[in-house]
């Protein structure tokens, strides 16, 4: 399958796992992130519904960030 990608994008075999293996860590590194977000949110009693307000706030108060 990854030598019929590789002749599809006109590639080497070796350039597609780097791109899968770059894009694998990518998003692990999101779950993991994603994952020590909710433990910490829990930690301090911040619910799902909590959030949208909480971003907001933040907003309000750093106007130059999370944009």
Known sequence: KVEEIAREQERKPSEVVEDAVRR??????LEQLAEKGEKRGRALGIREEDVPGLV???RR?????GR
């Not at 694998?24 to 590194?29: D, K, L, P």
């Not at 108060?61 to 960030?65: G, I, L």
């Open 24 to 29: 694998y860590v990518a998003v692990r590194r």
């Open 61 to 65: 108060e750093n106007p130059d960030r």
């Open 56 to 58: 907001q706030e933040v």
